[in-house]
């Protein structure tokens, strides 16, 4: 609490800058944040570009079986002749997209359930509760084997048994948020100017309790990903025609003393990914605190 | 003229793990339009869960509001739905509570914390809003006030802040805002400037204003008439200047030699009363103030005194309220 920012003279807070130009500054001066966005680009447009850059055809068995690294084949060649550079490439667009949707869907339906169970309490915070007690006794990967079990294998299949796995972890943060906000008396003053129930959950709340969500996000991010590459491992993920980074993993692991290669560089992938995507929370996270905010 | 709240026996019982807790037992008082109503007493003599109930903001369960009526401008509060009583919060009858350092949401600006009544009850555009929110800084003292809209609430002070809650309170142009406390959480210098700035405001604006406080230098200065609270209930009532200079309540008595006044000669010794205040679970049958009282009489343990005019516009609940009000009994 500065009493001088309160008398800050007109000049200095009018000079105050608009969003995007803060978060820029903000990743500028974070060399950990700018690090992770950097990666992501060039992950995002691998993803998004990932068969016209490839060298190769992921799925050409045309060249010599497990090569080391070359000039050639700059990461080496698989048991059936591809080339992992091109598979690795190619394999970025199913684990960034399998490792953000199903964040997204989990956070989405895990927020909504923990927030309406923390803020009506009573019958509604039973129900929610209990189901995810139920879900807590499963380790999540357990709960995504089911699913796709019963599901059946395929992209949309993995994304819902993932998703559905993380709603729990969402769920319980927020709706712990909720409980200590809603004492606020902030909430109180709320409700006196003649705000509804959904008003203040949405705009009274869910702003206060954004921070622990987004690193739950971030770290969810890199579990889907993991989850996913574990699903192929276990052949019950993605249809096997399409290279991802998970099933690459799982496919080395029979060669493991003969071709290092083969294991390590997917490993590499999924590392990088999920590390930049945690350094890009946490500046996410300090720039959506306007508590940190010093003067205007 | 008629009331524009009407305060008719509110019972609010909170149930306590022994047992249920009248918080406020057949309060009754009222508000005319324009008036400046002060409520004192002590912590838990119901007066805030009495402001609460008007607008309906108690937690229910463990709360109730097990009978009585709140009559605001003839119809009764207590009646309306969730969506009626939505629509009087803010619009009708606004609120400024005691804290303004948590009364205002850390991570929404200013600007759009104070709109928000506005563009729900008075149906106002974004700019709209912003216009209006900016006279309204501008009324309650805020220098520079466009750019305080960007400004979040820990850029402000105190007193800063309970000028943005008086300016919130004023959006709408209630008829009626209901003060919990305003003053008691900032220091001594801005408390009279708050204080004088709310009463100027609603004397300009015509609104009625009730300030529940316990500071009784606040009601002297502040208020047109008092209402003083003990274990639920209202025990007297009558004009702030007659209350203060002929208290009729031994209990009244008793809070003014508690607090240091500049009227008496220095250094006489503040007399605090002895005691603590009644267990509200289960009230003795007699007056509840009996056995704190110095000058109860056998009486006084078995029945309980009901508000009865020891002058004009003025009312005790005390069987002795005669002698009191004269002096007879100090």
Redesign the interface.
Known sequence: ?T?D??L?P?EL??R?PSGWSRFATLILADKKALVGLIVLSVLTFAAVFGPLLSPYDPNDMAFDMILGPSWAHPLGTDDLGRDLLSRLIVGTQVSLFVGVSTVTIALAVGVTLGVLAGYFGGWVDHVVMRYIDLQWAFPNFIIAVYLVAVLGTGLVNVIVAISLAFVDDFARIARGMVLSIKQ???I?????????NFRIMW??IL??ATAPIIVQATVSVSYAILGEASLSFLGLGVEASTPTWGLILAESRSFISRAWWLGIFPGLAIMLTVLSINFLGDALRDFL???E?R?? | MTALLEIKDLVVEFATESGSLRAANAVSYDVSPGEIVAVVGESGSGKSVTALSV?R?IPEPPGRIAGGEILFQGSDLLALDDEAI??????SI??I?Q?PM????????IGRQMT??MR??LGLSAAQADQRAVDLLKMVGIA?PE??L???P????GG?RQRV?IA?ALSCEPPLIIADEPTTALDVTIQAQILELMKDLCRRLGVALVIITHNLGIVARYADRVNVMYAGSVIERGPAQEIYRHPGHPYTVGLLNSVPRLDRPRGSPLEPIPGNPPDLVSLPPGCPFQPRCGVATAGCADALPGLEAVAAQHWSACFRSRQVYEGALT
């Open positions: 609490m009493p920012a309160a800050a007109a807070v009018a105050r606020e008396q902030y109180a003053a709320a409700r006196t100017v003649g705000a509804s705009r009274h702003p206060n605190d306007v508590r905010s003067s205007l | 607008l903001l939505r629509r009087v919060r803010g619009k606004g609120m509570f804290e948590t009364s205002l949401n850390p991570v929404l600006s928000e009544a729900l009850h520079d750019s305080r960007k400004a979040y820990h850029h402000l002070s800063m809650m919130m």
